[in-house]
């Protein structure tokens, strides 16, 4: 009776411990391979982070003879010195070339970056208004409105139009420019005696990043 049980015993033990190993297999196949996917997914996202940062280095390399980089503000400046008259929205004549070279070097230098990452680049213009400073705060010349709002916006159009007037072809396969109007709102503005100078314009670029481009 004994030796039927130990006949019957281990060949069943045998067949449980081969499934077993054979489930504990499988498992350890498929771990191995979502492990091979994981990793592959993390190295992918390393690789975009390496080359955004080259992007982003890249564009504070604009600061110079036109542009700056304000880091507290953490946005580009244009370093032509130009306010608009009160009330106006014309671009200073005097200024016109320099706004001319600002727009072509920034045209050129995002031009020449380089990456495999499918990035667009979108630039606001952001148009300002000056609240008068011989007037009280409360009074209705001081009060943000449709009227300040349209002023501003103006005053971005002035640009984007003077840069296609004057020929500046921005890849629209690359570029998105868009104007805005912030009024009497937006971050960073000049304040007290220096309010005047809010009678201008400020340019943010941002990065618009895709995917990565397949690699052959």
């Given amino acids: 009776m004994n030796q039927d049980r130990n006949n019957f015993f281990w060949p069943s033990y ?25 990793e592959k997914e993390l190295n992918a996202k390393v690789v975009e982070k390496e080359q955004f940062d080259q ?3 890249a564009i504070q390399g604009l600061k110079g003879n036109y542009f700056r980089y304000n880091t507290y503000c953490k946005r580009h400046e244009l370093s032509v010195d130009a306010v608009f008259e ?13 706004l001319f070279k600002a ?17 667009k680049y979108l630039i606001v213009v952001e148009g300002r208004a000056a609240k008068d400073i011989s ?13 300040v709002r349209d002023l501003s916006f103006r005053r971005a159009m002035a640009l984007v139009k003077y840069w296609e007037m004057k020929g500046l072809n921005f890849n629209q396969g690359r570029f998105e420019i868009v104007a805005a109007g912030s009024g009497f709102k937006g971050a960073c503005r000049y304040e007290g005696r220096l309010e005047t100078r809010n009678r201008r314009f400020v340019i943010q670029i941002l ?9 052959r």
Avoid: W
């Avoid at 009160?86 to 320099?98: F, G, T």
């Fill in 86 to 98: 009160k009330q106006s929205a014309e671009l200073p004549v005097e200024k016109l070339d320099s």
């Fill in 55 to 57: 992007i982003m280095t």
């Fill in 135 to 147: 007037k009280p705060a409360n009074h209705p010349d001081n009060q943000d409105g449709p009227t």
């Fill in 207 to 215: 990065p618009k990043v895709g995917s990565l481009a397949t690699q």
């Fill in 14 to 38: 045998v067949d449980l411990m081969t499934a077993l190993f054979l489930v504990m297999l499988v498992l350890f196949v498929l771990s191995y391979k979502r492990f091979q996917e994981k």
């Fill in 103 to 119: 727009g072509e070097f920034l045209r050129r230098k995002i031009a020449g970056i380089k990456t495999n990452l499918d990035v």
